[in-house]
């Protein structure tokens, strides 16, 4: 029967093909540019169904793959992943659940399952490092189809709890402002204590994940420790020299991203810096691992503008850096 | 004096910590990117196309709505620029060049400040969109043949004086909030043309 059958196989391997590409999309990520970023995802992604989610990077003047993409923070691709509500969301990678192979650095494609928890808009914003020169890109995947937009306002919150742990926000000036440099102190409790044990993830204490609600400004951020606030003081105390030069900036940055990771921070608190790029209403996602085990806070905080006072002068540069020193 | 230093050394710090990765500020994720270029000068119906830009903007009454639709085509044009550019095709850039400095003067308000709260707002919008402009054509212009760069300096030089006129008549605070955000473009344009 199978002797029968074989002249017929590679008709029959074809089709099988023909129909695994009918039940898959490529979706282009946003923003376009240099380089081409193309997610392969089930055409119709149920909620509650494991699927594969597999990403591939290309020069977009002649779709070569990148193959010279850099690891950072222990990984070469860093996504994600937000329900539009911020009812849910995943920092994932392709090395959380396999070892990277030469096929996979020299195609430029990676790919990890992942089940989406409910219908709804998601949005998955992909990071990745070429020349030392870090590219954010994003998708939107809409999942299922009987789901309501939902845009309608977060109530603020500057506390989060994940089981027996509590996130305490604390934002050093009281008020965000948009354009301002801010620096946020996180205090994190384990049945009322102080957490004292915290551990290095993905090589840093805390990876911090900010979007505003309607799913634009998305940043990325770690804790903030002494060496970053060294190395801003050595580069104010040096008026002249090289290393206000792009390259003396690139090559201490370099530097600085080559060395080992280091726990800096054990509890309870870690320091943030973040400056929000526009005023609105903004989820901040912080993952940190007390013990080694990850969990995730979420705030809502809010952000104001400068103000429109076309005379106002209360919050000049050379002030909002001074509160930085 | 030390405070202007670390004004300086401190911002470059941030543009470039950030976009090495892992950064304090990314002003520019999500930022909606110029339309699709369409037909360029050149093509045939080109002229049918630029028509009917010039009849829409004629029947448009309302200065705010108008403004609107200067900033549109101001962006139009700017798309096309850079799909010329990246072919490596000169032969329409002085047209562009002008075409675009034409629209983004436009926007501009009369050097008074002005009371009316919604035209306050939407110069904000205005700089702040002519900002991305900037960072846009700094990111466009990568892996461009060098010789088009000098074009794409232009249209950055055109975009930067309509940005300065608009950003005259804002307050200081709203200028000040674009401080970083002005480094991080600086940068942006300077790690292009380093890589390229």
Known sequence: ?325 | MKLKVIVITTSIFFCNYSLAGHGFFNSFEGINWLPESGLTPGDFFYAVDAASEKITLHLTKDSYTKKKKYLDLAEERLAEGISLLKQGNIAYSTKIENEYDEYLKKLRLPPYINEDIREVESQQKYAERLLQHMYILSVEVLGTPRSMHKYFLNLNEMVTKHYEHITESLSRDFVDSHFFKKEEVKWSWEIAFESN
């Not at chain 1, 490529?26 to 989610?53: F, N, R």
């Open chain 1, 1 to 325: 029967m199978i002797g029968s059958l074989k002249p017929a196989l590679p008709i029959l391997l074809l089709l099988l093909g023909a129909c695994s590409d009918e039940h898959q999309k490529i979706i282009l990520a946003e923003p376009p540019g240099p380089y081409k970023m193309a997610l392969t995802v089930s055409d119709q992604p149920i909620a509650g169904d494991k699927l594969i989610l597999t990403t591939k990077i290309t020069h977009s003047n002649d779709d070569t793959p990148v193959r010279t993409l850099q690891t950072l923070h222990e990984r070469r691709v860093h996504n994600f992943i937000t329900k539009l509500d911020f009812s849910h969301f995943s920092h994932i990678h392709h090395e959380d659940f396999k070892s990277l192979t030469t096929k996979d650095i020299d195609s430029a494609t990676l790919s990890f399952p992942y089940t989406f928890p409910t219908p709804g808009a998601y949005r998955m914003v992909s990071e990745f490092t070429d020349s030392t020169r870090t590219w954010t890109k994003h998708f939107d995947i809409q999942v299922g189809s009987d789901y309501q937009k939902d845009t309608t306002p977060l109530p603020y919150s500057y506390t989060s709890a994940v089981g027996d742990f509590s996130g305490y926000l604390n934002i050093s000036d009281g008020t965000i402002i948009a354009g301002s440099p801010t620096e946020m102190l996180l205090k994190i409790t384990e049945n009322n204590l102080p957490v004292k044990n915290l551990k290095l993830w993905l090589g840093s204490e805390a990876h911090v994940a900010i979007w505003r609600r309607d799913g634009k400004y998305f940043g990325h951020t770690h804790s903030y420790t002494p060496a970053m606030r060294n190395m801003m003081q050595s580069l104010a105390d040096k008026a002249h020299g090289d290393h206000q030069s792009p390259n003396g900036m690139k090559a201490m940055m370099a530097k600085m991203m080559a060395q080992a990771s280091e726990l800096i921070f054990e509890g309870p608190t870690i320091p943030i810096f973040f400056i929000f790029p526009q005023p609105g209403q903004y989820v901040a996602y912080i993952e940190c691992a007390p013990g080694g085990r990850p969990i995730v806070f979420r705030f809502v905080l809010k952000v104001v503008a400068a103000s429109q006072d076309t005379t106002g002068h209360k919050q000049t540069t050379d002030s909002l850096l001074g509160n930085t020193m």
